[in-house]
Each structure stands twice: as structure tokens, then as C-alpha cells.
């Protein structure tokens, strides 16, 4: 059964702190890795990754994946009250490219 | 980011009656558009995988009976939850497939069974 696995749970942070997410997985069939952030409705596309070792930057945040280590880390940078939300991970499988989520980390700025 | 919607936002029905959620995809034609339910504080469970042209492809738990599901074409993909009860109250979450990897979600329905 592919397994994807976030850590923390949750977070609280101060504004202006770099926070830094994980997500482990163990699945068969890899073929991408997605994180994505969640307020109060869907979940919002951040980052599409398949390679290793290739980081991928959208202003404060940041992605990178290994493969041989089977996990991949969002970092946040600057932290903003606007950024607190449930931050998913998620893993393609397959040809069809199913998703199988993590938990997710539950990410909380303050000022 | 594409733009997916779904309708109607939010439903509250009788036990009983069926329920049909819509999700189309409006920048793009998606050949494969996927069904997903969240249920509070949870993560996203994929419910089906919706082909186009095709019959849907249920996980395993999921009876196909009761979530019956129509990709009749490329931009619309319809779910309808029958003969509803109460533990069906769930939010529901529909994507697109652009490319071969990224899913753009909608906006979720949340039903409510009473």
C-alpha cells in the first residue's frame, strides 16, 4: 500500500521565521511528487516535482526532492500570517498519476 | 493556476436522495479528471479516476454503485451520490489532470445528509 508521510503535524511559528516541512513516502510506481496549500477550501497548487536534486522557487517558498531518500522538504522563508494553512503532500503513482496524500502539516504564523 | 469549479458549493439533502455534483474544467480539456472526499481534519481520499469516454475507476472501498460517475465529456465530469445517508456528509473534491502529472482542484462541495 503507498504510504506518504508529513511531518510535523502542526507548526506555530512567529512572523518572519523559515519554517521547513516534510514528507517521506513509500510507493510503488513513482512518477512525481506535488505539494499543494490548503485554507478553508481546496487545495491550491504549489509545486510539481520529479526530479532529485533540482529545487524549484516560487518567491518565499522552495522545493527540493531525493529519490534515493524517498522524501522531499518545502521550505518557507519569512514567514507571513498570510501563509498559515495546511500544507499537503502528495504523490503520483501509476499512468494514470493517482495521488496519494499526507496528513499534511498544519502550519499557524503569528505575529 | 487552471481554473476547475465545481456545483454546487455546498448541499444539504434528506436521506435518501440523491445528490449530483458537477466539476468542469475550464482551461483545459481533461481526458482523465479525478474524485476525491475529505472528511474534517483529514487529508484527501481518492474516491475514483474519471475517464472520458470511459468508465470510471473506483478505489478499493468505494462502491461504484452508490457513487455513480459520468465523464461525458472533456470538460465535465459529474458525481452523483445515491440514495444518501448521513455518513456520506462529506467534503468532495474533484481535479483535472493538465499534462501527464499535475492535478488542479475545484473548489469542493460540501454535503450535509441529514
Known amino acids: 500500500e503507498d504510504k506518504v508521510v508529513q511531518s510535523p503535524l502542526s507548526l506555530v511559528v512567529h512572523e518572519g521565521d523559515t519554517v521547513t516541512l516534510n514528507c517521506s513516502y513509500e510507493?510503488?510506481?513513482?512518477?512525481?511528487l506535488l505539494w499543494y496549500k490548503q485554507e478553508k477550501k481546496a487545495p491550491t497548487f504549489l509545486f510539481m516535482l520529479?526530479?532529485?536534486?533540482i529545487e524549484k522557487k516560487s518567491g518565499r517558498l522552495s522545493s527540493i526532492l531525493d529519490k534515493k531518500e524517498l522524501f522531499s522538504i518545502l521550505n518557507i522563508t519569512a514567514t507571513q500570517t498570510g501563509d498559515s494553512a495546511v500544507y499537503l503532500c502528495?504523490?503520483?503513482?501509476?499512468?494514470?498519476?493517482?495521488?496519494?496524500f499526507g496528513t499534511g502539516t498544519r502550519l499557524q504564523v503569528t505575529l | 493556476g487552471a481554473v476547475v469549479s465545481q456545483h454546487p458549493s455546498r448541499v444539504i439533502c434528506k436521506s435518501g436522495t440523491s445528490v449530483k455534483i458537477e466539476c468542469r474544467s475550464l482551461?483545459?480539456?481533461?481526458?482523465?479528471m479525478f474524485w476525491y472526499r475529505q472528511f474534517p481534519k483529514q487529508s484527501l481520499m481518492l474516491m475514483a479516476t474519471s475517464n472520458e469516454g470511459s468508465k470510471a475507476t473506483y478505489e478499493q472501498g468505494v462502491e461504484k454503485d452508490k457513487f455513480l460517475i459520468n465523464h461525458a465529456s472533456l470538460t465535465l465530469s459529474t458525481l452523483t451520490v445515491t440514495s444518501a445517508h448521513p455518513e456520506d456528509s462529506s467534503f468532495y473534491i474533484c481535479?483535472?489532470?493538465?499534462?501527464?502529472?499535475?492535478?488542479?482542484f475545484g473548489p469542493g462541495t460540501r454535503l450535509l445528509v441529514l
Open positions: 482551461d483545459f480539456q481533461a481526458t482523465t
Open positions: 520529479t526530479s532529485s536534486g
Open positions: 481535479s483535472s489532470r493538465w499534462g501527464k502529472e499535475t492535478q488542479y
Open positions: 502528495a504523490v503520483g503513482t501509476g499512468t494514470a498519476s493517482k495521488l496519494t
Open positions: 510507493v510503488t510506481n513513482f512518477r512525481s
